[in-house]
């Protein structure tokens, strides 16, 4: 599970997002390119889409003294297929202008689809989360008393998670009584509901334990 919330923590990083949304723009690009665009220097951008290569993510290639990288073009995972056909997706109505004003933005970097990719992607970032998400797929809603004791957490923290994952849309609050149930739901934005059933179908392969996919 650690795995999992690592690829997600490379992910969810505006930095790496605006290099994600040149490469999903351009295709392929060269380090000093991605370099000139962002207005950084070339050892900072290697450092970055270094992350993004160990998560898979991204894939370099070196053709004499230059490295190009490009989006992964066929992951091994469906997790990390379904990762990538949502970053195309959500860059997809970008025009290709330059790569400067692309990686700008509509605001300093942090443009909607930024935002939107940051907001899905940072709720997987911490393995208690995935935890409740893999309880609250296999049980349903549930309170906060018996997913702490089932998790062997603290109210105090599970509440914090719950919170985090309700304001990134993916849960839920319902009265049963005196009580307040906790439940997943997609909503209606699509990169939510495709990274939800993703990361959901990880977490229900029955090999999986809390350290490893």
Not at 16 to 44: C, I, K, M, T, W
Request: glycine content about 8%; charged content about 20%.
């Amino acid at each position: 599970m650690e795995y999992l919330a690592q690829l997600f923590r490379a992910l969810a990083n505006y930095e790496r997002l605006r290099l994600l949304r040149l490469l999903a723009v351009f295709g392929e690009l060269r380090v000093s390119e991605l370099a000139a665009a962002l207005s950084l220097q070339g050892a900072v951008v290697s450092v970055q889409v270094g992350v993004l290569s160990k998560a898979n993510v991204v894939w370099k290639r070196r053709s004499g003294k230059a490295v190009f990288y490009r989006l992964a073009e066929r992951p091994g995972s469906e997790l990390l297929q379904q990762v990538i056909a949502v970053l195309r997706r959500a860059y997809a109505p970008i025009s290709a202008t330059t790569p400067a004003e692309v990686a700008a933005g509509a605001s300093g970097g942090r443009s909607s689809p930024d935002a939107a990719l940051f907001a899905c992607f940072t709720a997987f970032t911490h393995p208690r989360r995935l935890q409740l998400i893999r309880h609250l797929t296999t049980t349903g809603p549930a309170g906060l008393e018996t997913l702490a004791v089932a998790l062997s957490m603290s109210e105090r923290a599970c509440l914090r998670h719950l919170d985090k994952l309700a304001r990134r849309g993916y849960l839920v609050r319902s009265s049963a009584g005196r009580n307040t149930l906790y439940g997943l739901v997609a909503g209606e934005d699509p990169l939510q509901q495709s990274l939800l059933t993703a990361v959901q179908k990880v977490l229900g392969d029955r090999d999986i334990d809390d350290t490893h996919i």
